[in-house]
């Protein structure tokens, strides 16, 4: 019983991975799941200080956040990661270290976000005000067999919420129901 | 029930951390306990890379233990660690973080140390050959408090475990007697 895994979000900024996260943690916690969120910038105040956003320092930020959903998803806990981690060869890295890992690419269109743009970010990026911006100055390479893809343009947060428990329990990584 | 604390381990090179951290690894294990050891060179390998032995860096590598102890912890797992860390405020600090926190110190003189020298280091050390060799090119500092301190220049190891063990059952971090 209460077996751990790794919920992996990946998907560019603003296209909802953290309010998923969030919304996920505290269902799963009512379902009495031991969870811990890896918030993307408290893991780098904590584990990756200094670090920038060249490729190879956010592969060594992701392959922190990795190790350490690991630890905690070998010992009973639900490890959530809600950081953009762009690129393909370290998400499947960390995969392939992990026992049971679950990757939700939180797929939503660079116009859409721009749209929105709640932080005003897309806009700055767009203008060249920000170097190193996934999705614009910088890759974002999409999974390519994420065990689920949410449509955060179209789906609302509700409905994604039903759908990604939905379909933890039909693949086992939870039991089913409020589940005592 | 299963609650989980940090059990950390202090002291110079050789010292017996490893060594009693992994003995008290098995007996946590074999009690049911679900148990974590943070290994220090695996760590700096995973969350490290790139950090020296300056007393930055160092206090640097012993936070993200720290901190990485403090995530397994709160979540149910009995997490060690057997880094040297010897630096008093950055251990008090991450005391400060915990709920629960056991600091074992390990005992032991220099001159014990140099005549077993089992990796030769001390030799070296005292030669001048390695830098900012803890206690005797770079300062180790005692902790005032500790919940127990273990002279391995004196015990047998045994001996140790034992008396380890039977501190943290008398002060409640875990269970008496082999309880499942």
């Known amino acids: 019983m209460d077996e751990g895994f790794t919920l992996w979000f990946t998907?560019?900024?603003g296209a909802g991975k953290s309010t998923l996260a969030n919304l996920a943690a505290e269902e799963l916690r009512r379902r009495s799941h031991r969870v811990e969120i890896l918030d993307g910038d408290e893991v780098r105040m904590n584990l990756s200080k200094g670090l920038g956003f060249s490729k190879e320092d956010r592969d060594t930020n992701i392959r922190r956040i990795g190790y350490v959903c690991n630890l905690l998803a070998r010992n009973g806990v639900i490890a959530i990661s809600a950081a953009i981690s762009p690129y393909r060869?370290?998400?499947d890295e960390i995969r392939?270290?992990?026992r049971r890992f679950f990757e939700v690419?939180?797929?939503c269109s660079i116009e859409k976000?721009?749209?929105?743009d709640v932080k005003g970010l897309y806009r700055k990026a767009l203008a060249g005000e920000i170097k190193n911006f996934t999705g614009i100055s910088d890759p974002y390479e999409e999974p390519l067999s994420p065990e689920l893809v949410i449509d955060s343009g179209l789906e609302r947060v509700e409905d994604s919420l039903q759908k990604l428990i939905g379909t933890l329990e039909a693949m086992k990584y939870i039991r089913n129901g409020a589940g005592r």
Do not use: I
């Open 89 to 91: 060869d370290v998400r």
């Open 105 to 107: 690419y939180m797929k």
């Open 113 to 116: 976000l721009s749209e929105r």
């Open 11 to 13: 998907g560019l900024s």
């Open 96 to 98: 392939r270290n992990h």
